[in-house]
């Protein structure tokens, strides 16, 4: 007991002071009159309110907007002050409160419940409205398929966008049971939390009924309905289902889907020794969807774009599929049953899943290698961010559900991960598991703070856990290792690993476990030697264990990656790795050394160019299709790098790039019948193809002509090549635009047909998108707009980019003022100048100086951009072709 109360004690220290705890006040002030619900607002509120029930009622006819009634059920503590329910841009006919009509006070954000109409106990209030249909991605939202014109609607709600579909109290500790009926068309199923108790004729179509669900935070209720494609499967112990546009249900493999539920929901079950406790198991393609997936309790929605293929999917692609099913089965114990009860927890539920999600991707499928696939995935774009100007803790407050994005990010997932990942190693796999058993069964059907979940593996571990939580929630940063040893006679005299901050401002030093790897190079290649698990803390730590053994070629200090640090390799081993990556049979430790090499170039200590002579001497080499994906991401990385360094490399870029091109293709003729690095090799081409022989193949493949035998020519690929034709303005490359649109006028026909127009090299094009993209009144999908953004400026158009370039920096705080969240995490991402010169990074930082009241998401974006506009510069700076 004294280490869990010792330990909460901490964390809920810790979390007062950063502001993630909020006392309601006596009297609270009334709620800000925006469009968002403040921390402080939603603790007053749930002090109040408790055990809700809502009754739903839709009607959905497949126009633009839909009708419904909700009625909510709920207990009040205290009815001596106004009571605010959430609901969205809708049009209300009707409402009751406690049986008595009365005119709502509505200001398109929330409604304002008078007290004299409260009571305290148990209240009922009624809300009959209309809405449109969001386009956006949130809400309720609606899409016509271009090819048959069938309308799909689908539900997402997280962070906080239920209250765009019904009335509620829109926060997760709030939750609540839900009873839901809808009318629809009579050729549309309709899909959520519980499996649908019966469905009638009606005028017009069918009535569906569902019976009340479990208690769920508002969140994670759902319900999507349209004429989807059903596929079922009942031979595991929980009903699945998969759901999809009958226009791509060609695109999907429900035998693949089917084998990764099956298999997940059996190792979930067996590792928290707690049931999957929602029945039944949807998941549902969906169309201009935000994300990749989401957690919907029961009914979760993937994005169309990441899982349909037409093709044979890849190893690359069956594994990303695994994944995600799998990471979002993780969330329906961590984060359904047990849901944090404000958004600074969210990054718990996505840590943990991300976590869980590569574990059984490793330990229940085919997929073994999965924690590598993390490691160069993943990791690395959290270890990117966390050296950043706007890395943050884990653990982050965040005042208001306008906030509740604004860490959403590699840290929140990956760092996050790879916390929970080495916590395990340091307490043990058993005691681990033991804890978050504990933690689920304790908390199930409940809101749970970060002190709950530390005080559960605390109990477990029998150890206090205070001082970790401290130095890796609370604390930003990312801690460099390095292994220092001396040898005499051919051994070991002395070692220890040494840990250090990233400066004054980051000093934390953590507690770690890692394994220090020793290798010997001999004949055979590069061979372990030696490995020790050790436990570090500290500066310095020595390891006497170690004295002895033979001096070795390269060090690893922490092989097989139990801990979350940047490696710093001593000389000797890193000359080991730039000479010998072809000698090491461990995929993962290759993986290790060719991101040294790779950090080393960002961190400016590597000339680009010598990376790329490392490139292309072992990549064609590489049979690890994991690794070499990677690999390949990195090479288009350089060559985008060399792109928008401009002029100056402008020899060497051609030269290097045709030395890429000639690799690629010779790769992709060599494949044969492995089509897996076939489309690897292949793609890879498409990406660096920028010489006009190299794209006359592209030319020639789209015309059916055998450049690589053997290879498939999709609908996919062939937009591929299009939009490349069309980016470098190839001879006829409109025409075959033309043509291709024709070809195919599907949803997603449709959206590569615009990515390949807005992309060429044309000022009067990037002007009419310009506008388009600012015009935030415009009839265009978000979607469209999203694409659209994504193709505007690649690094090659750094002149066209130039003609707009102080306009987009001048409007920012306009748009960001104007637009919601949603597009600005879009906006800001792909639309912010940055052009690889001292000047662009002159402009930028002027921007940031102009601007110091932008939102916070919008404000990250703008410091990103800068820094890694300062990195090009610095590395531009350091090759050595000059």
Known sequence: MKTTMTTIALALTLALAHGAACAAPATPAPRAENAYLSQQDAAARSARVGNVDYTLEFALTGGESFSGTTTLAFDLSDAGQPLTIDLDKATIASMTVNGKAVAPRYNQWFITLAPADLKEGRNTVTIAYTRPHSTNGEGLHRMVDPVDGRVYTYSHFEPAAAHQMFALFDQPDLKATFQVSVTTPADWVVSSTMRESGVTEVAGGKRWTFPRSKKLSPYNFSMHAGPYKVWEDTSGPYPMRLFARQSVAAQVSPKDWFNYTRRGLKFFDQYFGVPYQFEKYDQLLVPDFLYGAMENAAAITFGERSFLHRDEM?????????????HEMAHQWFGDLVTMKWWNGLWLNESFASFMGTLATAEATEFGNAWQGFYLDGKQSAYEQDQRVTTHPIETPVPSTANAFDNIDAITYSKGASTLKQLRHLIGEEAFRQGVHNYLVKYSYQNARLDDFIGSLSAAAGRDLGAWTKEWLYEPGVNTIAAEFSCAGGKIAS?????????????????QRVQIGLFKLGKDGLALDRNLAVTYNGATTAVPE????????LVYPNYQDWGYAKVQLDKKSFATAQTSLNKVDDPLLRSMLWQSLWDSVRDGKLPLNAFLTTVLANAPGEKDYTLLGNIVDKTLQSDAYLKKMGPAVAAYRAKVGGQLERMALTAARAAGADKNFQRLWLSTYVGVASSPAALARLADILDGKPVVPGLNVNQDLRWDIVTRLNRFAYPGSEALLAAERERDKSDSGQAAALAARVIRPDAGIKAEWLANIGDL????????VRAAMGVMYPADQQALSELSAQQRLDTLARLDQAAGPVFMRAYAGKMLPATCTPASVARLQAAIVKFPDLSAGTKRSLLVTHQEDVRCVAIKKSMTIF
């Open 777 to 784: 009144q415009t009839k265009l999908p978000f979607s469209k």
């Open 314 to 326: 890849t190893a690359a692609q069956r594994e990303s599929l695994a994944g995600v099913i799998l």
């Open 546 to 553: 170690l004295a002895g053994a033979a001096c070795p070629d």
């Open 495 to 511: 070692f220890s690993v040494r840990q250090s901050a990233p400066g004054a401002a980051m000093p934390t030093l953590r507690e």
